[in-house]
């Protein structure tokens, strides 16, 4: 190696530099002066160098970059090579306050840094992100994973006019941090569940560091969930899902059915219990088998064929990343396409075809099983109804009237047969519990559809009459529901007339 001539070449380079991104910079022959200014630098280390996110040399993926196309900046903007390669220093691994030097927030904008005035509003980048722009970005060259960051901003967990990041001022040392912001999240899962980050600035949504390390997509190690902090419950462990565990973290609800059924006797569900909410989006514990009301004396346990719980064992991917994050558009976590009205028009999940058979399911049968799902919850909806709990859009859900839906109407007593007792109150609010729970899933008609049958059919089946006496059909033909809703709600539950328990 001839480091006497790169050397004079570099630190020639370096003060011919006036500063990064500047315009008065000249094109020589051999390309930009960007190049020009990193030739010495890649001559020594341009084959030697791997990048950890396309696992291409590092000097290709900068030569592609807008860094050099666009007059960036060189290797040495980065990296500060002082009195290098012979002794002396060089960043080779920069803080990320060496990326400020340009990219400041004036200049990044909205949606990096927005202009919203109120505390509520998210950003993708926070106060709490100073000097982690590789967690998102590949400092080499932002092209190789700039799809995945439009991806993300596209998906749930990117949607800054969620309700789920702007219903409240999550960083006011408000516990909901752990799922609602990713510095919450990290916080949480590096104590081992022991710890939720209390913080100020704006909010956030579910960015990259969540998931992720830094840009090398290393996912976040977390171990097998138990009990997240559900009320009542003595202990729900979950399997070790692999990288799943990263989602089961948060998506199997702030409550299960045990919280109430495992529920103390100082509850009084004949008078003065507000209703345990499930919480949203609890696909995890739905396809565990593990977050509904599950009445004594029945059978929950799937059939021997169902194997949702499996996807992605094998890999280490566990269900929820094998089903979610196995599509062209990984980052959008949708494993179908949904036309503007939320009709499901393909899917993309390519894990479906490996035990489905390739071409199934299709759109048009999930379509079904979501339409059929939707009979019966509001076959439940009515049977609950008729007892004067009625299910509201908003917290706390359940309440006496149809139409006067505040916290003064908000159902307390639950015990609506006699005896009125602690059990049977505790039965009633199980059904609601099972409503809320299946209507804040809305994939739980593909996640787990025979877990979410037998929860809908017990609860229609207990709210009828207060016995489980496998009258659900009877029910559903006696309810305020029109004739094609009744059919299709039978046909989901129990497959036609006559049928059977699902």
């Not at 496998?470 to 989901?492: G, M, P």
Request: proline share 4%; aromatic share 8%; charged share 15%.
């Amino acid at each position: 190696m001839k480091s006497r001539p790169g050397l004079a070449i570099l630190i020639a380079s370096i003060f011919a530099l006036s500063g990064c991104g500047s315009d008065n910079r000249e094109v020589g022959d051999g390309g930009t002066a960007s190049f020009q200014a990193s030739a010495a630098c890649i001559g020594c280390h341009g084959n030697n160098k791997i990048s950890p996110v396309t696992g291409v040399q590092i000097a290709d993926e900068w030569r592609a970059s807008a860094h050099n196309t666009g007059n960036g900046a060189s290797c040495a903007d980065c990296h500060k090579p002082q009195g290098h390669p012979n002794g002396g220093t060089i960043i080779s691994n920069p803080n990320d306050t060496v990326c400020a030097e340009c990219h400041t927030t004036a200049s990044l904008g909205s949606p990096h840094f927005s202009t919203f005035t109120s505390a509520n509003q998210p950003q993708f980048v926070s106060t709490q992100d100073t000097q982690q722009c590789r967690v998102c970005h590949n400092p080499h060259d932002v092209s190789s994973v700039i799809q995945v960051n439009r991806d993300f901003a596209e998906s749930g967990h990117g949607d800054i006019t969620s309700p789920a990041f702007t219903g409240r001022n999550w960083p006011a040392s408000n516990p909901c941090v752990r799922c609602h912001t990713s510095t919450g999240y990290v916080s949480y899962v590096n104590s081992g569940g022991t710890t939720i980050s209390t913080f100020t600035g704006r909010n956030e949504v579910v960015a990259c560091k969540t998931c992720h390390t830094d840009y090398s997509w290393q996912r976040r190690q977390v171990g097998a969930v138990t009990n997240p902090r559900y009320t009542n419950v003595t202990s729900i462990h979950y399997p070790d899902a692999g990288e799943s565990n990263i989602c089961l973290t948060c998506h199997v609800g702030r409550e299960a059915g045990a919280s109430i059924r495992q529920s103390a006797g100082f509850l009084n569900f004949t008078g003065s219990t507000n209703f345990i909410n499930s919480h949203y989006l609890t696909a995890g514990g739905v396809i565990y088998s593990a977050s509904g009301y599950e009445y004594a004396g029945r059978d929950y346990s799937g059939p021997s064929f169902y194997q949702h719980d499996d996807v992605g064992a094998a890999s280490g991917d566990g269900p929820c990343v094998g089903c979610h994050m196995k599509t062209t558009k990984n980052h959008e976590f949708l494993p179908v396409e949904k036309d503007a009205n939320g009709v499901v028009t393909a899917v993309i999940a390519i894990s479906c075809a490996d035990c489905h058979g390739s071409g199934s399911p299709t759109a048009a049968e999930l379509e079904q099983e979501k339409a059929g799902l939707a009979a019966a919850t509001d076959a439940l909806e009515a049977t609950l109804a008729a007892l004067n709990i009625f299910f509201g859009p908003n917290h706390p859900y359940f309440f006496t009237s149809a139409t006067t839906q505040t916290s003064a109407t908000q159902v307390r007593k639950w015990s609506k047969f006699s005896p009125a007792t602690f059990d049977t109150g505790r039965n009633t609010m199980g059904a609601a519990f099972n409503l809320n729970m299946v209507l804040h899933d809305p994939g739980a008609y593909a996640h787990n559809r025979f877990y979410v049958k037998r929860l809908v059919y017990d609860s229609i089946d207990w709210a009828n009459n207060g016995i489980l006496d496998n009258d659900v059909e009877a029910a559903i033909n006696a309810s305020s529901l029109t004739a094609t809703q009744k059919t299709d709600a039978i046909n989901y539950l129990i497959g036609g007339a006559g049928g059977t328990r699902p």
